[in-house]
Nanobody
Framework: QVQLVESGGGLVQAGGSLRLSCAAS????????MGWFRQAPGKSREFVSG????????YYADSVKGRFTISRDNAKNTVYLQMDSLKPEDTAVYYC???????????????WGKGTLVTVSS
């Protein structure tokens, strides 16, 4: 069993930065690929970024490529999402998730955090 707790959300002006963290419990954290998803009001949950279990491979949605950076520290059981050049359309609840499969689709995730709200004002 893996439990995920996100933190770091908040209110920021357009062009600003935030760093999200996801702390995981459980001794098997390093065996999971970890990802960030987001869900804006009235929209479905979408993939934002992912990182392989060892941290060597990263993946980004086109909408955040070049602005967001994902990383993980397996010694601390934590995955991060550095978000720069934020835009109002980045406003959403951001969720951390983990899986051991082959897809980054939401249905493929095994564990989810409860989310942290990011609001970007214009």
């Amino acid at each position: 069993q893996v439990q995920l707790v996100e933190s770091g959300g908040g209110l920021v002006q357009a062009g600003g930065s935030l760093r999200l963290s996801c702390a995981a419990s459980g001794r098997t954290f390093s065996s999971y690929a970890m990802g960030w998803f987001r869900q804006a009001p009235g929209k479905s949950r979408e993939f934002v970024s992912g990182v392989s279990w060892g941290g060597g491979r990263t993946y980004y949605a086109d909408s955040v490529k070049g602005r967001f950076t994902i990383s993980r520290d397996n010694a601390k059981n934590t995955v991060y999402l550095q978000m720069d050049s934020l835009k109002p359309e980045d406003t959403a609840v951001y969720y951390c998730a983990g899986h051991r499969g082959t897809t980054w689709a939401p249905y493929g995730m095994e564990y989810w955090g409860k989310g942290t709200l990011v609001t970007v004002s214009s």
